[in-house]
Protein backbone atom coordinates (compact mmCIF):
# COMPACT_ATOMS: atom_id res chain seq x y z
CA UNK A 1 0.00 0.00 0.00
CA UNK A 2 1.31 3.24 -1.06
CA UNK A 3 2.07 5.67 2.15
CA UNK A 4 2.17 9.18 0.51
CA UNK A 5 2.88 11.85 2.97
CA UNK A 6 0.30 14.56 3.30
CA UNK A 7 1.40 17.93 3.38
CA UNK A 8 3.11 19.01 5.98
CA UNK A 9 2.68 21.95 7.98
CA UNK A 10 3.51 24.01 11.52
CA UNK A 11 0.40 26.09 10.92
CA UNK A 12 -3.33 25.61 9.90
CA UNK A 13 -4.02 28.66 7.68
CA UNK A 14 -0.04 28.13 5.82
CA UNK A 15 -1.17 28.12 2.69
CA UNK A 16 -2.44 31.84 0.92
CA UNK A 17 -5.48 32.86 -0.88
CA UNK A 18 -9.04 32.60 -0.64
CA UNK A 19 -8.88 29.00 0.96
CA UNK A 20 -6.69 30.70 4.11
CA UNK A 21 -10.31 31.02 5.77
CA UNK A 22 -11.13 27.82 5.45
CA UNK A 23 -7.49 26.51 6.32
CA UNK A 24 -7.92 28.25 9.40
CA UNK A 25 -10.66 26.59 10.74
CA UNK A 26 -9.16 22.89 9.87
CA UNK A 27 -9.22 21.15 13.29
CA UNK A 28 -5.80 20.06 14.92
CA UNK A 29 -6.28 16.53 16.53
CA UNK A 30 -3.70 15.49 19.44
CA UNK A 31 -1.89 11.73 20.38
CA UNK A 32 -3.54 10.16 23.02
CA UNK A 33 -0.77 8.50 25.46
CA UNK A 34 -1.91 7.76 28.58
CA UNK A 35 -5.06 9.33 28.72
CA UNK A 36 -4.15 12.35 27.62
CA UNK A 37 -4.11 14.06 24.50
CA UNK A 38 -0.91 15.54 23.99
CA UNK A 39 0.53 17.06 20.57
CA UNK A 40 4.03 15.64 19.60
CA UNK A 41 7.21 16.96 20.74
CA UNK A 42 7.83 17.49 17.57
CA UNK A 43 5.68 20.50 17.13
CA UNK A 44 4.59 19.39 13.22
CA UNK A 45 1.22 18.55 11.83
CA UNK A 46 0.47 16.99 8.76
CA UNK A 47 -2.55 17.48 6.79
CA UNK A 48 -5.37 14.89 5.96
CA UNK A 49 -6.82 15.95 2.58
CA UNK A 50 -9.81 14.48 1.03
CA UNK A 51 -8.58 12.38 -2.10
CA UNK A 52 -11.83 13.45 -3.66
CA UNK A 53 -10.96 17.17 -3.12
CA UNK A 54 -7.95 17.93 -1.96
CA UNK A 55 -8.84 21.17 -0.56
CA UNK A 56 -10.93 19.91 1.60
CA UNK A 57 -8.54 19.67 4.45
CA UNK A 58 -9.96 16.92 7.17
CA UNK A 59 -7.55 17.79 9.77
CA UNK A 60 -4.13 18.10 11.22
CA UNK A 61 -2.39 15.42 12.85
CA UNK A 62 0.83 15.70 15.30
CA UNK A 63 4.36 14.50 13.33
CA UNK A 64 5.26 12.30 16.32
CA UNK A 65 9.10 10.93 16.55
CA UNK A 66 10.67 8.31 18.20
CA UNK A 67 10.10 10.55 21.91
CA UNK A 68 6.32 10.59 21.42
CA UNK A 69 6.69 6.40 20.97
CA UNK A 70 8.68 5.97 23.73
CA UNK A 71 6.51 8.01 25.93
CA UNK A 72 2.92 5.88 24.50
CA UNK A 73 5.39 3.29 24.82
CA UNK A 74 6.19 3.69 28.83
CA UNK A 75 1.95 4.44 29.21
CA UNK A 76 1.48 1.19 27.61
CA UNK A 77 3.96 -0.20 29.90
CA UNK A 78 2.63 1.76 32.99
CA UNK A 79 -0.91 0.38 32.68
CA UNK A 80 -0.32 -3.16 31.69
CA UNK A 81 -0.03 -4.88 34.97
CA UNK A 82 -3.23 -3.96 36.04
CA UNK A 83 -4.99 -4.01 33.13
CA UNK A 84 -3.60 -7.79 32.47
CA UNK A 85 -4.97 -8.88 35.94
CA UNK A 86 -8.59 -7.26 35.71
CA UNK A 87 -11.12 -10.46 34.84
CA UNK A 88 -11.54 -10.38 31.17
CA UNK A 89 -15.60 -10.85 31.91
CA UNK A 90 -14.72 -7.15 33.29
CA UNK A 91 -12.38 -6.11 30.76
CA UNK A 92 -15.46 -6.96 28.32
CA UNK A 93 -17.83 -5.22 29.72
CA UNK A 94 -16.27 -2.37 28.53
CA UNK A 95 -15.73 -3.41 25.25
CA UNK A 96 -19.55 -3.78 24.70
CA UNK A 97 -19.98 -0.47 26.11
CA UNK A 98 -17.49 0.36 22.97
CA UNK A 99 -19.71 -1.39 20.82
CA UNK A 100 -22.94 0.67 22.06
CA UNK A 101 -20.69 4.02 21.05
CA UNK A 102 -19.36 2.51 17.82
CA UNK A 103 -23.19 1.89 17.00
CA UNK A 104 -24.57 5.80 18.36
CA UNK A 105 -22.07 7.25 15.92
CA UNK A 106 -22.09 5.01 12.91
CA UNK A 107 -23.27 7.54 10.22
CA UNK A 108 -20.89 10.31 11.59
CA UNK A 109 -17.55 7.88 11.73
CA UNK A 110 -18.76 6.57 8.00
CA UNK A 111 -19.22 10.10 7.00
CA UNK A 112 -15.76 11.02 8.67
CA UNK A 113 -14.03 8.34 6.85
CA UNK A 114 -15.71 8.55 3.27
CA UNK A 115 -14.05 12.51 3.59
CA UNK A 116 -10.63 11.15 4.68
CA UNK A 117 -10.68 8.03 2.24
CA UNK A 118 -12.64 8.16 -0.09
CA UNK A 119 -14.76 5.26 -0.51
CA UNK A 120 -18.20 5.70 -0.64
CA UNK A 121 -20.56 6.10 2.04
CA UNK A 122 -22.31 2.65 1.68
CA UNK A 123 -18.69 1.08 2.39
CA UNK A 124 -17.68 3.10 4.72
CA UNK A 125 -20.60 2.50 6.76
CA UNK A 126 -19.85 -1.11 6.50
CA UNK A 127 -16.33 -0.63 7.50
CA UNK A 128 -17.93 0.49 10.53
CA UNK A 129 -19.87 -1.90 11.02
CA UNK A 130 -17.52 -4.63 10.98
CA UNK A 131 -15.60 -2.81 14.03
CA UNK A 132 -19.06 -3.02 15.69
CA UNK A 133 -19.63 -6.75 15.02
CA UNK A 134 -15.64 -7.13 15.74
CA UNK A 135 -16.18 -5.54 19.23
CA UNK A 136 -19.22 -7.61 20.11
CA UNK A 137 -18.27 -11.13 19.07
CA UNK A 138 -14.54 -10.51 20.12
CA UNK A 139 -16.08 -9.19 23.61
CA UNK A 140 -17.87 -12.26 23.62
CA UNK A 141 -14.80 -14.18 24.38
CA UNK A 142 -14.34 -12.04 27.85
CA UNK A 143 -16.49 -14.77 29.26
CA UNK A 144 -14.43 -17.71 27.11
CA UNK A 145 -11.13 -17.17 26.34
CA UNK A 146 -11.21 -20.93 26.62
CA UNK A 147 -7.91 -23.45 27.53
CA UNK A 148 -8.65 -27.14 28.11
CA UNK A 149 -7.35 -29.51 30.20
CA UNK A 150 -6.23 -32.80 29.11
CA UNK A 151 -4.96 -36.25 30.99
CA UNK A 152 -1.41 -36.68 32.38
CA UNK A 153 0.97 -39.44 31.75
CA UNK A 154 1.22 -40.22 35.61
CA UNK A 155 -1.27 -40.66 38.09
CA UNK A 156 -2.51 -37.82 40.41
CA UNK A 157 -1.39 -35.54 38.23
CA UNK A 158 -3.79 -32.78 36.19
CA UNK A 159 -2.66 -31.14 33.44
CA UNK A 160 -4.02 -27.99 31.95
CA UNK A 161 -3.44 -24.94 29.70
CA UNK A 162 -3.91 -21.38 30.01
CA UNK A 163 -3.81 -18.07 27.96
CA UNK A 164 -2.13 -15.64 29.49
CA UNK A 165 -1.72 -11.89 28.15
CA UNK A 166 1.50 -11.48 25.86
CA UNK A 167 1.93 -8.12 27.16
CA UNK A 168 2.56 -4.46 24.85
CA UNK A 169 1.08 -4.76 21.56
CA UNK A 170 2.36 -2.14 18.58
CA UNK A 171 -0.65 -2.62 16.05
CA UNK A 172 0.66 -0.66 12.43
CA UNK A 173 -2.78 -0.16 10.73
CA UNK A 174 -3.46 0.63 7.00
CA UNK A 175 -6.01 3.36 5.26
CA UNK A 176 -8.40 1.01 3.27
CA UNK A 177 -10.06 0.15 6.15
CA UNK A 178 -9.35 2.58 8.36
CA UNK A 179 -11.83 1.46 11.50
CA UNK A 180 -12.47 -2.66 10.77
CA UNK A 181 -8.86 -3.40 10.62
CA UNK A 182 -7.82 -1.40 13.23
CA UNK A 183 -10.62 -3.22 15.30
CA UNK A 184 -9.98 -6.69 14.13
CA UNK A 185 -6.42 -5.41 15.91
CA UNK A 186 -7.34 -3.42 19.34
CA UNK A 187 -10.25 -5.75 20.38
CA UNK A 188 -8.84 -9.26 20.83
CA UNK A 189 -4.98 -7.16 22.23
CA UNK A 190 -7.84 -5.64 24.49
CA UNK A 191 -9.88 -8.38 25.82
CA UNK A 192 -6.80 -10.58 26.27
CA UNK A 193 -5.44 -8.44 28.50
CA UNK A 194 -2.96 -6.59 26.81
CA UNK A 195 -2.34 -2.96 26.47
CA UNK A 196 -1.59 -1.08 22.71
CA UNK A 197 0.00 1.56 21.12
CA UNK A 198 -1.29 2.21 17.68
CA UNK A 199 -0.02 3.68 14.44
CA UNK A 200 -2.47 4.28 11.76
CA UNK A 201 -1.88 4.86 8.37
CA UNK A 202 -0.58 8.86 7.56
CA UNK A 203 -3.73 8.88 5.12
CA UNK A 204 -6.35 7.96 7.15
CA UNK A 205 -5.75 9.24 11.45
CA UNK A 206 -9.28 10.50 11.69
CA UNK A 207 -10.97 7.32 11.78
CA UNK A 208 -8.34 5.56 14.41
CA UNK A 209 -8.66 8.88 16.74
CA UNK A 210 -12.74 8.25 16.43
CA UNK A 211 -12.27 4.42 17.63
CA UNK A 212 -9.68 5.72 20.43
CA UNK A 213 -12.05 8.13 21.51
CA UNK A 214 -14.69 6.04 22.01
CA UNK A 215 -12.29 3.66 23.91
CA UNK A 216 -12.07 6.79 25.90
CA UNK A 217 -15.71 7.45 26.29
CA UNK A 218 -16.32 3.83 27.35
CA UNK A 219 -14.39 4.32 30.22
CA UNK A 220 -11.09 1.83 28.87
CA UNK A 221 -8.35 3.13 31.83
CA UNK A 222 -5.52 5.55 31.02
CA UNK A 223 -2.37 4.11 29.15
CA UNK A 224 -4.65 1.11 28.43
CA UNK A 225 -4.92 2.02 24.73
CA UNK A 226 -2.55 4.70 23.12
CA UNK A 227 -2.56 6.34 19.61
CA UNK A 228 0.36 8.19 18.01
CA UNK A 229 -0.24 9.48 14.45
CA UNK A 230 2.53 10.25 11.93
CA UNK A 231 5.22 8.69 9.00
CA UNK A 232 5.79 5.19 8.83
CA UNK A 233 9.47 5.82 8.71
CA UNK A 234 9.57 7.43 11.94
CA UNK A 235 6.89 6.60 13.93
CA UNK A 236 5.91 3.03 12.80
CA UNK A 237 9.67 2.40 12.72
CA UNK A 238 9.60 3.30 16.40
CA UNK A 239 7.62 1.52 17.33
CA UNK A 240 8.45 -1.69 15.40
CA UNK A 241 11.74 -1.16 16.77
CA UNK A 242 11.08 -0.50 20.32
CA UNK A 243 12.99 -3.04 22.53
CA UNK A 244 9.68 -3.13 25.26
CA UNK A 245 7.31 -3.92 22.78
CA UNK A 246 6.25 -7.40 22.60
CA UNK A 247 4.18 -7.99 19.75
CA UNK A 248 4.15 -6.14 16.59
CA UNK A 249 0.48 -6.50 14.39
CA UNK A 250 0.67 -4.88 10.90
CA UNK A 251 -1.40 -4.76 7.94
CA UNK A 252 -0.39 -3.39 4.66
CA UNK A 253 2.25 -4.02 1.88
CA UNK A 254 4.11 -7.53 1.49
CA UNK A 255 7.24 -5.23 1.05
CA UNK A 256 6.83 -3.26 4.34
CA UNK A 257 5.78 -6.35 5.68
CA UNK A 258 9.17 -7.94 5.57
CA UNK A 259 10.94 -5.07 6.70
CA UNK A 260 8.71 -5.12 9.99
CA UNK A 261 9.41 -9.14 10.53
CA UNK A 262 12.80 -8.39 10.05
CA UNK A 263 12.93 -5.78 12.72
CA UNK A 264 10.72 -7.88 15.06
CA UNK A 265 12.95 -10.87 14.19
CA UNK A 266 15.97 -8.96 15.57
CA UNK A 267 14.70 -8.21 19.28
CA UNK A 268 12.74 -11.82 18.97
CA UNK A 269 9.08 -10.06 19.34
CA UNK A 270 5.44 -11.65 17.86
CA UNK A 271 4.91 -10.62 14.59
CA UNK A 272 1.79 -10.78 12.62
CA UNK A 273 1.64 -9.79 9.41
CA UNK A 274 -1.45 -9.52 6.75
CA UNK A 275 -0.21 -8.24 3.54
CA UNK A 276 -1.05 -8.38 -0.30
CA UNK A 277 -3.20 -10.23 -2.32
CA UNK A 278 -3.98 -11.18 -6.41
CA UNK A 279 -7.12 -12.56 -5.81
CA UNK A 280 -9.01 -14.40 -8.01
CA UNK A 281 -12.68 -15.16 -9.43
CA UNK A 282 -13.16 -18.42 -11.70
CA UNK A 283 -16.02 -18.14 -13.51
CA UNK A 284 -16.70 -21.57 -15.12
CA UNK A 285 -18.59 -22.23 -18.27
CA UNK A 286 -21.95 -23.61 -16.22
CA UNK A 287 -21.78 -20.34 -14.24
CA UNK A 288 -24.47 -17.99 -13.70
CA UNK A 289 -23.09 -15.40 -15.62
CA UNK A 290 -25.25 -12.43 -14.97
CA UNK A 291 -24.31 -12.99 -11.03
CA UNK A 292 -20.35 -13.78 -11.95
CA UNK A 293 -20.35 -10.33 -13.16
CA UNK A 294 -22.12 -8.56 -10.43
CA UNK A 295 -19.50 -10.48 -8.29
CA UNK A 296 -16.82 -9.31 -10.46
CA UNK A 297 -17.73 -5.28 -10.32
CA UNK A 298 -17.96 -6.02 -6.84
CA UNK A 299 -14.99 -7.27 -6.02
CA UNK A 300 -12.71 -5.40 -8.86
CA UNK A 301 -13.85 -1.65 -8.69
CA UNK A 302 -15.86 -1.87 -4.44
CA UNK A 303 -13.03 0.38 -2.54
CA UNK A 304 -12.03 1.33 -5.81
CA UNK A 305 -10.27 -1.85 -6.01
CA UNK A 306 -7.60 -1.12 -2.86
CA UNK A 307 -9.04 -4.45 -1.07
CA UNK A 308 -6.39 -7.01 -0.06
CA UNK A 309 -9.43 -9.03 -1.48
CA UNK A 310 -9.97 -7.46 -4.23
CA UNK A 311 -10.45 -9.15 -7.19
CA UNK A 312 -7.93 -8.20 -9.40
CA UNK A 313 -7.94 -12.06 -11.91
CA UNK A 314 -11.04 -13.36 -13.30
CA UNK A 315 -10.23 -16.97 -15.14
CA UNK A 316 -12.92 -17.10 -17.21
CA UNK A 317 -14.01 -20.60 -19.32
CA UNK A 318 -13.06 -20.15 -22.87
CA UNK A 319 -16.80 -21.00 -23.85
CA UNK A 320 -18.01 -17.95 -21.80
CA UNK A 321 -15.29 -15.98 -22.26
CA UNK A 322 -16.58 -13.28 -24.68
CA UNK A 323 -20.12 -12.60 -23.34
CA UNK A 324 -18.19 -12.44 -20.00
CA UNK A 325 -15.92 -9.78 -21.16
CA UNK A 326 -18.71 -8.19 -22.76
CA UNK A 327 -21.18 -7.75 -20.09
CA UNK A 328 -18.27 -7.02 -17.73
CA UNK A 329 -16.99 -3.99 -19.80
CA UNK A 330 -20.79 -2.72 -20.02
CA UNK A 331 -21.06 -2.97 -16.64
CA UNK A 332 -17.53 -1.13 -15.63
CA UNK A 333 -18.58 1.58 -17.89
CA UNK A 334 -21.78 2.33 -16.70
CA UNK A 335 -20.19 3.34 -12.85
CA UNK A 336 -20.66 6.78 -11.79
CA UNK A 337 -17.13 7.76 -10.66
CA UNK A 338 -17.13 10.56 -8.24
CA UNK A 339 -16.81 12.13 -4.57
CA UNK A 340 -18.29 8.63 -2.26
CA UNK A 341 -20.07 11.54 0.02
CA UNK A 342 -22.70 11.33 -2.79
CA UNK A 343 -25.05 9.22 -3.40
CA UNK A 344 -25.61 8.83 -6.68
CA UNK A 345 -21.60 7.64 -6.98
CA UNK A 346 -20.60 4.21 -6.83
CA UNK A 347 -17.05 4.45 -6.93
CA UNK A 348 -14.44 6.88 -5.27
CA UNK A 349 -11.10 8.60 -5.73
CA UNK A 350 -8.22 6.42 -4.53
CA UNK A 351 -6.16 7.09 -1.87
CA UNK A 352 -3.48 9.96 -2.63
CA UNK A 353 -1.17 10.61 -5.06
CA UNK A 354 1.25 8.29 -5.35
CA UNK A 355 -1.19 5.51 -5.50
CA UNK A 356 -2.66 7.60 -9.02
CA UNK A 357 0.98 7.68 -9.95
CA UNK A 358 1.18 3.93 -9.50
CA UNK A 359 -2.21 2.83 -10.67
CA UNK A 360 -1.31 4.77 -14.36
CA UNK A 361 2.06 3.12 -14.63
CA UNK A 362 0.60 -0.51 -14.00
CA UNK A 363 -1.98 0.62 -16.87
CA UNK A 364 1.02 1.28 -19.01
CA UNK A 365 2.63 -1.65 -18.30
CA UNK A 366 -0.76 -3.32 -19.45
CA UNK A 367 -1.03 -1.49 -22.60
CA UNK A 368 2.71 -2.45 -23.26
CA UNK A 369 2.02 -5.98 -22.74
CA UNK A 370 1.72 -8.01 -26.15
CA UNK A 371 -1.53 -9.35 -26.28
CA UNK A 372 -3.24 -7.82 -23.36
CA UNK A 373 -6.18 -5.30 -24.72
CA UNK A 374 -7.76 -2.09 -22.69
CA UNK A 375 -11.01 -3.23 -22.93
CA UNK A 376 -12.27 -0.13 -20.69
CA UNK A 377 -11.14 2.58 -18.64
CA UNK A 378 -7.22 3.36 -18.00
CA UNK A 379 -7.73 7.06 -17.24
CA UNK A 380 -7.47 9.37 -14.94
CA UNK A 381 -10.61 11.53 -14.78
CA UNK A 382 -9.07 15.14 -13.81
CA UNK A 383 -11.58 17.62 -15.39
CA UNK A 384 -15.28 19.01 -13.65
CA UNK A 385 -16.47 17.08 -10.82
CA UNK A 386 -12.91 15.42 -10.53
CA UNK A 387 -10.70 18.31 -11.15
CA UNK A 388 -9.64 18.26 -7.48
CA UNK A 389 -9.40 14.85 -6.68
CA UNK A 390 -7.27 11.27 -7.50
CA UNK A 391 -10.16 9.61 -9.58
CA UNK A 392 -8.99 6.61 -11.95
CA UNK A 393 -11.59 5.26 -14.72
CA UNK A 394 -12.70 1.34 -13.63
CA UNK A 395 -10.21 -0.34 -16.17
CA UNK A 396 -10.83 -3.99 -17.61
CA UNK A 397 -8.05 -5.75 -19.45
CA UNK A 398 -8.59 -8.61 -21.26
CA UNK A 399 -6.77 -11.26 -23.39
CA UNK A 400 -4.35 -11.18 -20.47
CA UNK A 401 -1.72 -13.94 -20.11
CA UNK A 402 -0.96 -15.52 -16.74
CA UNK A 403 2.34 -14.41 -15.92
CA UNK A 404 2.32 -10.80 -17.21
CA UNK A 405 2.82 -8.56 -14.68
CA UNK A 406 -0.57 -6.60 -14.28
CA UNK A 407 -1.85 -10.33 -13.54
CA UNK A 408 0.82 -10.62 -11.14
CA UNK A 409 1.62 -7.95 -9.07
CA UNK A 410 -0.82 -6.30 -6.71
CA UNK A 411 -1.95 -3.17 -8.47
CA UNK A 412 -4.28 -1.79 -5.50
CA UNK A 413 -6.30 0.35 -7.61
CA UNK A 414 -9.51 0.17 -9.95
CA UNK A 415 -7.89 -2.05 -12.32
CA UNK A 416 -8.97 -6.09 -12.92
CA UNK A 417 -7.61 -8.37 -15.63
CA UNK A 418 -9.81 -11.14 -17.22
CA UNK A 419 -7.55 -14.14 -18.31
CA UNK A 420 -9.02 -17.23 -20.63
CA UNK A 421 -9.04 -20.68 -19.53
CA UNK A 422 -9.41 -24.42 -20.93
CA UNK A 423 -11.09 -25.83 -18.32
CA UNK A 424 -10.95 -25.86 -14.10
CA UNK A 425 -7.72 -27.55 -13.81
CA UNK A 426 -5.87 -24.51 -15.87
CA UNK A 427 -7.90 -22.06 -14.02
CA UNK A 428 -6.76 -23.50 -10.80
CA UNK A 429 -3.32 -23.67 -11.98
CA UNK A 430 -3.38 -20.09 -13.00
CA UNK A 431 -5.22 -19.15 -9.78
CA UNK A 432 -2.36 -20.42 -7.79
CA UNK A 433 0.14 -19.30 -9.62
CA UNK A 434 0.89 -16.33 -7.87
CA UNK A 435 3.17 -15.03 -5.01
CA UNK A 436 -0.14 -14.43 -2.59
CA UNK A 437 -2.27 -16.15 -1.22
CA UNK A 438 -5.53 -14.41 0.16
CA UNK A 439 -8.49 -15.08 -1.31
CA UNK A 440 -10.33 -17.34 -4.28
CA UNK A 441 -13.40 -17.90 -5.87
CA UNK A 442 -15.38 -19.82 -8.39
CA UNK A 443 -18.88 -19.17 -9.92
CA UNK A 444 -19.95 -22.88 -11.34
CA UNK A 445 -23.20 -24.66 -10.97
CA UNK A 446 -21.16 -28.08 -10.56
CA UNK A 447 -21.01 -28.83 -6.45
CA UNK A 448 -18.25 -31.40 -7.23
CA UNK A 449 -16.14 -29.00 -9.36
CA UNK A 450 -16.94 -26.13 -6.73
CA UNK A 451 -15.20 -28.42 -3.76
CA UNK A 452 -12.18 -29.54 -6.36
CA UNK A 453 -11.82 -25.74 -6.50
CA UNK A 454 -11.78 -25.31 -3.08
CA UNK A 455 -9.57 -28.12 -1.92
CA UNK A 456 -6.93 -27.09 -4.49
CA UNK A 457 -6.85 -23.00 -4.15
CA UNK A 458 -4.34 -22.41 -1.60
CA UNK A 459 -5.32 -19.39 -0.15
CA UNK A 460 -6.64 -18.34 3.54
CA UNK A 461 -10.43 -17.64 2.14
CA UNK A 462 -12.22 -19.41 -0.93
CA UNK A 463 -15.93 -18.29 -1.84
CA UNK A 464 -18.54 -20.24 -3.76
CA UNK A 465 -20.96 -18.23 -6.38
CA UNK A 466 -19.60 -15.01 -5.06
CA UNK A 467 -17.34 -12.62 -4.72
CA UNK A 468 -13.83 -12.91 -3.38
CA UNK A 469 -14.40 -9.94 -0.71
CA UNK A 470 -16.87 -9.85 2.02
CA UNK A 471 -15.47 -11.83 5.06
CA UNK A 472 -17.13 -11.62 8.04
CA UNK A 473 -15.62 -11.57 11.56
CA UNK A 474 -16.21 -14.45 13.24
CA UNK A 475 -13.93 -16.33 10.54
CA UNK A 476 -10.31 -16.24 10.36
CA UNK A 477 -8.53 -13.70 8.03
CA UNK A 478 -5.62 -13.83 6.32
CA UNK A 479 -3.70 -15.89 3.13
CA UNK A 480 -0.94 -18.36 2.29
CA UNK A 481 2.38 -17.65 0.69
CA UNK A 482 3.33 -13.62 0.35
CA UNK A 483 0.09 -12.59 2.25
CA UNK A 484 0.96 -13.33 5.45
CA UNK A 485 2.93 -15.36 8.27
CA UNK A 486 0.74 -18.15 8.90
CA UNK A 487 -1.62 -16.10 11.50
CA UNK A 488 -5.19 -15.71 11.23
CA UNK A 489 -6.95 -12.67 12.80
CA UNK A 490 -10.71 -12.24 13.49
CA UNK A 491 -12.74 -15.40 14.80
CA UNK A 492 -11.31 -17.26 17.98
CA UNK A 493 -7.71 -17.63 16.27
CA UNK A 494 -6.73 -14.27 16.14
CA UNK A 495 -6.77 -15.29 20.43
CA UNK A 496 -3.43 -17.22 19.32
CA UNK A 497 -2.06 -14.10 18.06
CA UNK A 498 -2.71 -12.23 21.04
CA UNK A 499 -2.11 -14.66 23.92
CA UNK A 500 0.57 -16.82 24.75
CA UNK A 501 -0.21 -20.71 26.03
CA UNK A 502 1.29 -21.73 29.34
CA UNK A 503 0.80 -25.52 30.19
CA UNK A 504 -0.17 -26.06 34.02
CA UNK A 505 0.88 -29.42 35.35
CA UNK A 506 -0.38 -29.95 39.15
CA UNK A 507 0.97 -33.13 40.39
CA UNK A 508 -1.36 -34.05 43.89
CA UNK A 509 0.48 -37.25 44.83
CA UNK A 510 2.49 -36.20 47.30
CA UNK A 511 5.76 -37.61 45.78
CA UNK A 512 8.29 -37.06 42.83
CA UNK A 513 6.70 -38.46 39.39
CA UNK A 514 9.58 -38.37 36.47
CA UNK A 515 7.49 -37.95 33.16
CA UNK A 516 9.09 -39.47 30.55
CA UNK A 517 11.00 -41.75 33.35
CA UNK A 518 8.95 -43.16 36.37
CA UNK A 519 7.02 -46.38 34.92
CA UNK A 520 3.46 -46.45 36.07
CA UNK A 521 2.19 -49.66 37.52
CA UNK A 522 -1.09 -50.76 36.11
CA UNK A 523 -1.80 -52.55 39.39
C1 LIG B 1 -9.06 -5.93 2.92
O1 LIG B 1 -9.32 -6.47 1.86
O2 LIG B 1 -8.11 -5.14 2.98
O3 LIG B 1 -13.53 -9.13 3.14
C2 LIG B 1 -9.90 -6.18 4.11
C3 LIG B 1 -13.63 -7.93 2.98
C4 LIG B 1 -13.63 -7.01 4.20
C5 LIG B 1 -12.24 -6.84 4.74
C6 LIG B 1 -11.26 -6.59 3.66
N1 LIG B 1 -14.51 -7.53 5.20
O4 LIG B 1 -13.69 -7.44 1.88
Known amino acids: ?121 KETGGDVQEAIDCTYYTAGEGRRLHGFTTPAEMPNKFAMCVRQPVGLCGLVTPWNFPMAIPSWKLIPALVCGNTVVIKPAEDTPLSTFNLVKACEAAGIPPGVVNLVTGYGETAGRALVEHRN ?16 ASACADRNAICSLEMGGKNVIIVMEDADLDLAVEGAVWGAFGTSGQRCTASSRLVVHKKVYKQFAKKL ?41 DGARLACGGNRLEKGEHAHGYFIEPTVFTDVEADMRIAQEEIFGPVTCVIPASDLEEAIEIGNGVRYGLSASIYTADVNRAFRAMN ?68
Open 1 to 121: MAQARKALSKTAAKKSGGRASARASVKTYHNYIGGEWVAASSGEYFENANPADTRDVVGRFPVSTVDDVSRAVEAARTAADRWGKTPAPRRAELLFRLGEILIRHKDAYAADMTREMGKVL
Open 245 to 260: VRLISFTGSTETGRVV
Open 329 to 369: VERALSLRVGDGADANVDMGPVINADAVHKIMGYIEVGERE
Open 456 to 523: EMYTGIFYVNSSTIGAEVHLPFGGTKGTGNGHREAGTQVLDIFTEWKSVYVDYSGKLQRAQIDEVNFE
